[in-house]
């Protein structure tokens, strides 16, 4: 996968806040439901990405992290969810492990 560059040019500076810049998606469940039409030929699953706080931008196989804004997409087989976003954007709080107020599927397994 690769960082789609369509961060806002003025979001090159750092937030140094552990606070979710899509607050509205730090539901797993809420992300979950953004990839009801995720393409089925890519190589990583709706809920893998939704585990790594990513959610569905609606085109091809562009995704979005709830925390720190950061997109990628042109998923390749072999790339895992939680792996690109780790190397795209390492400075991401909740790749970090920070509380970030991530909300896990509740009895997911
Ligand atoms: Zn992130």
């Not at 690769?2 to 090159?12: A, I, S, V, W």
């Not at 469940?29 to 190589?43: C, G, I, M, N, Q």
């Not at 995704?63 to 390749?76: I, S």
Request: hydrophobic share 35%; aromatic share 12%; charged share 20%.
């Amino acid at each position: 996968a690769e960082d789609l560059q369509f961060r806002l040019r003025t979001g090159e500076v750092v937030d140094e806040s552990t606070y979710p810049l899509v607050p509205h998606m730090r539901k797993e469940e809420d992300r979950l439901r953004t990839f009801s039409s995720w393409p089925s030929t890519a190589p990583v699953t709706p809920r893998d990405l939704a585990q790594a706080g990513l959610y569905y931008l609606g085109e091809s196989d562009g995704v979005q992290c709830f925390c720190c804004q950061g997109m990628l997409g042109g998923w390749e087989e072999g790339d895992t969810a939680w792996g690109e976003h780790t190397k795209h954007f390492p400075n991401c709080f909740f790749i970090l492990g920070h509380d970030v107020g991530n909300i896990p599927l509740l009895g997911g397994a």
